[in-house]
């Protein structure tokens, strides 16, 4: 199975961007689909999670309400529509599945995830 994501580019503050995960060789019918991000000189971190079973959702804090996170089933494709963009929103933009099921608290952990977009840079600059 491999994730193929898509749709980052170049933005100024405010501007919106839609990313896309596609999903070949398969399809994840359990466990979760989740974004994280990178900036440069960080760490990555967690940025929305959808679960399957119950089609739970979490965002980090610092989207809530400006991000939405959704799932495509007859396109196989995951989707993170974000709005009102801001300088602190650049970073690499990677999605990833992960397999198993796991507690929905602890779907932020980037090491639960056992495949990996190859990511898609996203710039928020004026």
């Known amino acids: 199975v491999q994730l193929q994501a898509s749709g980052g580019g170049s933005v100024q503050p405010g501007g919106s961007l839609i990313l896309s995960c596609a999903v070949s060789?398969?399809?994840?019918?359990?466990?979760?689909m989740g974004w994280f991000r990178q900036a440069p000189g960080k760490e990555r971190e967690f940025v929305a999670v959808?679960?399957?079973?119950?089609?739970?959702?979490r965002y980090t804090d610092s989207v809530k309400g400006r991000f939405t996170i959704s799932r495509d089933n007859v396109k196989n494709t995951l989707t993170l529509q974000m709005n009102f963009l801001r300088p602190e929103d650049t970073a690499v933009y990677y999605c990833?599945?992960?397999?198993?099921?796991?507690?929905?608290?602890?779907?932020?952990?980037?090491?639960?995830?056992?495949?990996w977009g190859q990511g898609t840079l996203v710039t928020v600059s004026s």
């Open positions: 959808v679960r399957w079973a119950d089609r739970k959702i």
């Open positions: 060789g398969g399809t994840f019918s359990s466990g979760s």
């Open positions: 990833a599945a992960a397999t198993a099921s796991f507690v929905f608290s602890a779907l932020p952990t980037a090491r639960l995830y056992n495949y």
